[in-house]
Nanobody, 126 residues
Framework: QFQLVESGGGLVQPGGSLRLSCAVS????????IGWFRQAPGKEREGVSC????????RYADSVKGRFTISRDNAKNTVYLQMNSLKPEDTAVYYC???????????????????WGQGTQVTVSS
């Protein structure tokens, strides 16, 4: 049974930073792709960033490029999303998702991922 648990969300002022964590369990190996998605009230879920398992290549949505960084610590079975220079429009529930045995990751098809976390709220407001 795959399980993903997000943490690290909270309330931050514009320009501030947060680091989200996605703790992964239940996978036989570290060979899985991870995606971070977010959903704001009244909006569709959108892909934010993802990291592959083959070469740790990464992808970012244009709206977060240069501000967000995704990384993984295989020893801890955890993927991180470092978010800097946060803006009010970054406010959303953030979810991590996993696809086992995948050498690449995608941002445009959330159906690509087979396991999802419960989400963590990020609120950017003064």
């Amino acid at each position: 049974q795959f399980q993903l648990v997000e943490s690290g969300g909270g309330l931050v002022q514009p320009g501030g930073s947060l680091r989200l964590s996605c703790a992964v369990s239940g996978f036989i190996s570290n060979y899985y792709a991870i995606g971070w998605f977010r959903q704001a009230p009244g909006k569709e879920r959108e892909g934010v960033s993802c990291i592959s398992s083959f070469d740790d290549s990464t992808r970012y949505a244009d709206s977060v490029k240069g501000r967000f960084t995704i990384s993984r610590d295989n020893a801890k079975n955890t993927v991180y999303l470092q978010m800097n220079s946060l803006k009010p429009e970054d406010t959303a529930v953030y979810y991590c998702a996993a696809r086992p045995s995948s050498a690449y990751c995608v941002l445009t098809r959330d159906a690509f991922y087979s396991a999802w976390g419960q989400g963590t709220q990020v609120t950017v407001s003064s």
